[in-house]
């Protein structure tokens, strides 16, 4: 059964910091993995997809990497501002199962 | 494009009522997933419909729970009765039969179970 656990639950960051968030997954037979943005109240809203092939994609200043290998992911946001204050979440299929998630990491930016 | 669209927003009802949530996919989208999301934590799977058929169920819990998608467009899913627990936030997600193509997410409907 696949596990995702992402860290750390939640991190506060000033504004214009570059910052990490990890995701990991315990079944590394993926296809793809994907990351999310849910702001409060809101559903999610898909920032990044990486196949399984591909070992990172970029959007603006967000860049996400894949090692399947290991089960890792990792979601790096470059030049942070309080409008990325979010949670983020990350997400890979499972079997038959489209996506499991993981809990989220809730980032704060402080101006 | 249009989103995935749901009603209501919120919804507050006491425990032993019903409930029912709508949802209307992104057109041209075959495949339809129900996930509930509760407080604090990541979104769980309910059931995934691909047209007007069910393709998993596994975790609906169906002394309770149902779910239709009569005309292969859009979906109900119903609780009779609630439960204190089932409170949370129900999503609705549509993609294309395209393989790996991301799932796209409506904003939900926050249930509160008093």
């Known amino acids: 059964k696949q596990e995702v656990t992402q860290i750390p639950a939640a991190l506060s960051v000033p504004e214009g910091e570059n910052l990490v968030l990890n995701c990991s997954f315990t079944?590394?037979?993926?296809?793809?993995l994907q990351w999310f943005r849910q702001d409060p109240g809101k559903g999610l809203t898909s920032l990044l997809l990486i196949q399984s092939s591909q070992r990172e994609q970029t959007s603006g200043r967000l860049n996400a990497s894949l090692d399947k290998s290991s089960g890792r992911s990792t979601l790096y946001i470059a030049a942070s501002q309080p409008g990325d204050s979010a949670t983020y979440l990350c997400a890979v299929p499972s079997g038959n199962t489209p996506l499991v998630f993981g809990k989220g990491t809730r980032l704060s930016v402080i101006a | 494009e249009a989103g995935v669209a749901q009603s209501p927003r919120y919804k507050i009802i006491e425990k032993r009522q019903s409930v029912a949530f709508w949802c209307n996919p992104i057109?041209?989208?075959?495949?339809l997933y129900w996930y509930q999301q509760i407080l604090g934590q990541g979104p769980k799977l309910l059931i995934q419909?691909?047209?007007?058929?069910?393709?998993?169920d596994s975790q609906l819990p169906k002394d309770r729970f149902s779910a239709e998608r009569l005309k292969g467009v859009d979906s109900t899913l119903k609780i009779q009765p609630a439960k204190l627990e089932d409170s949370a936030v129900y999503l609705c997600?549509?993609?294309?039969?395209?393989?790996?193509?991301?799932?796209?997410f409506g904003n939900g409907t926050r249930l509160t179970v008093t």
């Open positions: 997600a549509s993609s294309s039969l395209t393989e790996n193509s991301p799932l796209h």
């Open positions: 419909f691909q047209n007007n058929g069910v393709v998993d």
């Open positions: 057109s041209g989208h075959a495949t």
């Open positions: 079944d590394s037979a993926i296809y793809n």
